[in-house]
């Protein structure tokens, strides 16, 4: 519906509502400058605004059923023109053009005080992000990401790596409402929603963007529903993938054989191996790194494509890993230097980035014959040799100050990159004919990522418990990718991020056998579930350095199987309608304060997920939605409420719902041994 | 000069030049909203704008000869009514009127590449501020001031104390160009002088000010006088504060009298017995803290009066301390709350605030009667005992939400609390017949303390030689004040704060004998030599800690006192005509690279003075102006230039002018032994 008169605009779907008037103007333009500073990965941003005017007066210039063309100026000469499409369920305002010299943009949306929000892509510490100003530029997650974590001022004394509650991997300029509406800003430029004003939302973009879209939904569902479509939906996962786990080994075929043997001995359900270091590895202040030369290395896998054979015919598919980089001391860099696809310097020199410890060479997506190339790359070297799959890693590193092969500016590129890294990994999948059976997974990205990107993981979480950057982090950063339209996640199990090296004693962190234990536990009740040994491996506890984490974590593996027909059930329910996998409670049922509950979670409408996040904790406090619950692991019944579970290692708080179609699978699940 | 046609003004005073054209406007104006969060003195301020527009547009209202009335708007409706006065030296800009809900003020000065910029206050690490963004707030000062040292983040890890290299307990809103131009700002709003544009300078102030002055002089040292005429000269020190050293001693009587006898003995010059605990201790995870009850201690410090006389008769004056707290605990608290001096909270409660540890209620500046209260608390209880000087400590802790006695919005009264503290400290002195006889010293302040406060110190450095928060850091401090027109410093000898307690080993930083014996060094060649035992006194070299320190100590005290009748001639021309005491060597010469030699100074227009300010250095690379000069220590004649200088133990890099008319007294104070 929209209302136009003399002196004010207004427009309504649902519950949804903008509006323009004097005192309330709809759109601010501006012009300013940004300062970036990249250490590591991790950004600096200063910000300078040299006007920013609220466009107060308007003038309908053209009007058909369906739209509306509106310019909207002030009388000191700033113009804004802009289309606005109207349906039953969605508004799209399409900026037509604007006064020359603004790059600055501001859209108010009226707000209510308990509105809740959220999305705005992955986000790690805050799931409503009602009273946040949440900045949306693609980056390192940092390391602590909170002041009161010591690890975070080690990580910054010389790195500036500490990040802080809203960095990340995966920014999205899109976000959902209570109020039953969705928005998504078409822009990779620098953002950030505000949405800490009382009466107001303000989304601030750091150039004019294209497009601004509104959708509204029946419910918080339908309109998370509508989101996941709207920005696209990916391809359903391999069959493969729900066979058991995919386990993160290193170390070369010697080293990784004989743990598979042991593992599948002592029952693991295995359906990967994922080796990063197919492509070789060195020895680093950071830890055992990679060689980041897109060639598998014979010394370390001798036959390699033999290796990924036998062990497909016992059933267990190999992945392998590639990034956005090139090793200097490769023969892939010299080939990419010597033909230009490389990110360049103003000087003409090529940009060469410190990623942690060595210098390396970015792709430039911008060039088609680059793209063309590091395809072929992966086509031949990766798939060519048999491997199912691959951990697409970065893509947040593109400097502001790059000179990009297409004259794009990289500061507008920057948080476009990832996504053109996921479409060039999606096509190569696509070209190879291996779409439904080979399987990529990034943790940077940003809007169109979801349709590109085959599955995604959460990133490099600390070995540890906190709330910001550990355990209990990935169930915020699945449910905020939920709210971002996007359903395939997955983590690390145990985690990622020692700092071992140069740091005094009260800041190492390693993880424990209990920390492993809980985290396997979690991921269980994911789409995927995935170790990772961690940047120093032999300082943190692995799926097999006891006999009793082994079992447990083959318990889990075998229950995660169980679960079979319920999650390929889900992720098809998601990849072909766009329902949400891993869901907060208020997707379904009412819910007060989802904030403090936002460590439970529904697994699909069925199941109901409260994971150990603490440690030393056998006895959780856990909220039962009004409905009637069964105790994965004791059968027992249980009505809404607030109740103590007990929770042994091996025993997380879950339940079902007693009127599931799906009981015989949760079943055969908890009596899993 | 001022040149108005339709299009555009220009008003053009020596080499400064102000201008207003449609591309150029001279002023934006805007609305905005901050939020302040303080942290034992600590703040973390973020700005939000909700509008800034610049007034492209102007009409010249009325003319006389030496006046201009304008009328700057937007034709959006802003408007902005100013007062240009000219004269052949100064201009100055009062703003008449404005448009309602305005609250943030933008002015824009035409600026040159390769200009330098100094002052905005005390700042610690760049004397030259071309190229930074410098925020004026009155606050800590910080705890390493630098995130690249680790100190730093320990500070920020629980009470987010780090501080920046902005951080500073006096800003002042003035600022001096190598243009010859001075600038004031009339404000105590919090805001920012931003000198990184290649073009312009933008002053950003978070109110509408009542005035805006430039200045301009025939040169640099002429600017920095008028400056200091301008902002008002204090009067001149006390006689008796030119013949030795305050010795910062405490533990009651019976501490302190045995260490002054015996190092009178040892032959030191003492002109001042410095007790801050005169009014009591107490202990605290901090360190040794003072009781904050302004009254004196009778169990430390039996028949204080009487020691005070005693000391007296010896040459000796005592000095005690205040700030701007009352203890919760202590008498005189009880007789404000009762009184309602106190400042309050916004639910009518008073507001308690943690400095360290404890909390403590803060003294309304804003209530008359309060002023009168807390001056007779002064007056009898310190001045009536026979101090004669005090420590005037604090004055960064007004919270922004406070509620004010006269109804003045504590946001905008914040910067000027410390200024307030200075006056009532002045009039105490003024009332108490105490002139040119009593002495106190702060380190908070901002515009118009120059002339209230009797002397200044740099406030609580690190026990350390880092740039930013150490031994180096005073000598920038002196020199940006002198850039502000403030001549009175000087420091802590041996600095103050040592994390020592809770923190690893790493990060635990001690006052070491070499430390304590340069920083005395360099305090000798300033106005005031004043010890002070630290936060962690025994945990940190004293004066007396070993027979060598306090021999030199003594020997240093003497080259002070030699230098009595040059200081004190330098005070005078300082307190009568303005004329600055320690300066950056481009005051008198040409120098290329001010910031490279900012641990250089001029004391006085005869001194040359470099000190040692790195550990372990014997010999130190002195640039020495054009001129001729003399090596106080061993008479050697130098021209100049670049010169490689021994500086054992004792023996600082200082240089007088040979023709200098002080000749004799240098040659006094250079051969003492």
Tied chains: 1, 2.
């Excluded at 103003?346 to 060469?352: Q, T, V």
């Excluded at 169980?562 to 907060?584: D, F, Q, R, S, W």
């Excluded at 603490?614 to 105790?631: A, R, Y």
């Amino acid at each position: 519906m929209i209302e136009i008169n003399d002196k004010s605009i207004r427009l309504k779907l649902g519950s949804f509502e903008l509006m323009h008037k004097k005192d309330f103007p709809m759109f601010a333009v501006g012009y300013g400058e940004n300062t970036y500073e990249m250490s590591h990965g991790n950004f600096n941003i200063s910000k300078y605004y040299k006007i920013k005017i609220p466009l107060r007066e308007f003038k309908v210039i053209s009007k058909t059923s369906e739209s509306y063309e509106i310019l909207f100026y002030s009388h000191s000469g700033e113009e804004l023109k802009c289309r606005f499409n109207i349906s039953m369920d969605a508004l799209n305002i399409e900026i037509l053009s604007h006064s020359e010299q603004l790059n600055r943009f501001w859209i108010y949306i009226p707000a209510s005080e308990n509105e809740e929000i959220y999305g705005c892509g992955e986000q790690y510490s805050y799931l409503n992000l009602r009273s946040k100003r949440v900045p949306l530029w693609v980056s390192e997650q940092g390391v602590g990401r909170n002041k009161r974590e010591i690890i975070t001022h080690f990580a910054n004394f010389k790195d500036d790596a500490g990040g802080d509650w809203y960095t990340t991997y995966f920014p999205q300029p899109t976000f959902v409402s209570s109020k039953n509406y969705y928005a998504i800003v078409h822009s990779y430029a620098y953002s950030e929603f505000d949405f800490s004003h009382r009466d107001f939302h303000e989304l601030e973009i750091h150039e004019i963007p294209q497009k601004i879209e509104f959708g509204v939904g029946e419910s918080l569902i339908d309109t998370v529903i509508k989101l996941s479509k709207n920005i696209g939906l990916p391809n359903p996962l391999p069959e493969w993938i729900y066979n058991g786990v995919i386990l993160g080994l290193q170390g070369g075929r010697d080293v990784v054989m004989p743990k598979i043997m042991n593992a599948l001995e002592k029952g693991l359900k295995i359906t990967g191996l994922w080796i990063q270091d197919w492509e070789g590895k060195r020895i680093t202040t950071f830890g055992k790194q990679l060689m980041w030369n897109w060639v598998y290395d014979e010394s370390m896998y001798p036959d390699l494509p033999g290796m990924i054979n036998q062990l497909k015919s016992m059933g267990i598919r190999t992945l392998g890993y590639i990034n956005t980089f090139l090793a200097l001391e490769g023969s892939l860099y010299k080939e990419a230097s010597q033909k230009g696809y490389l990110v360049k310097k103003n000087n003409g020199e090529e940009y060469h980035v410190v990623v942690t410890t060595f210098p390396a060479a970015l792709v430039d997506f911008t060039n088609p014959e680059a793209r063309e190339w590091i395809k072929n790359v992966i086509k031949s070297n990766m798939i060519g040799i048999g491997l199912s799959g691959w951990m697409a890693d970065f893509g947040e590193y593109l400097p502001t100050d790059a000179v990009l092969y297409d004259g794009t500016q990289a500061e507008l590129y920057h948080n476009r990159y990832p996504v053109e890294w996921a479409k060039i990994n999606a096509e190569v999948v696509q070209e190879a004919g291996k779409k439904g059976e080979v399987v990529f997974f990034m943790r940077a990205g940003n809007l169109y990522s979801a349709k590109y990107s085959t599955l995604f993981w959460h990133g490099d979480q600390l070995v540890n418990w906190s709330r910001d950057d550990g355990l209990p982090s990935v169930i915020v950063a699945a449910l905020s990718m939920t709210m971002s339209g996007i359903g395939l996640t997955h983590s690390d199990i145990g985690g990622y991020t020692t700092l071992a090296k140069n740091v005094p004693d009260i800041v190492v962190t390693k993880r424990t056998k209990e920390l492993f234990m809980r985290w396997a536990e979690q991921a269980t009740f994911t789409p995927v579930m995935r170790t990772h040994e961690g940047n120093w491996p032999d300082e943190n506890w692995q799926f097999d350095s006891d006999e009793e984490t082994l079992e447990h974590f083959a318990r889990m593996s075998k229950v995660h199987y169980a679960l079979k027909p319920y999650i390929k059930h889900l992720v098809e329910e998601y990849t072909c309608k766009g329902k949400p996998i891993i869901m907060p409670l208020n997707l379904k049922y009412k819910v007060d304060n989802v904030e403090e509950l936002k460590y439970q979670y529904l697994f699909g409408e069925d199941l109901l997920v409260a994971p150990v996040v603490e440690s030393g904790q056998n006895v959780k406090k856990v909220f039962l939605p009004d409905d009637e619950w069964i105790h994965l692991w004791s059968g027992k019944k249980y009505s809404g409420g607030i109740y103590e579970i007990e929770t042994p290692i091996g025993y997380p708080p879950v339940f079902y719902r007693l009127s599931s179609r799906w009981k015989d699978i949760f079943e055969k699940a908890g009596g899993v041994e």
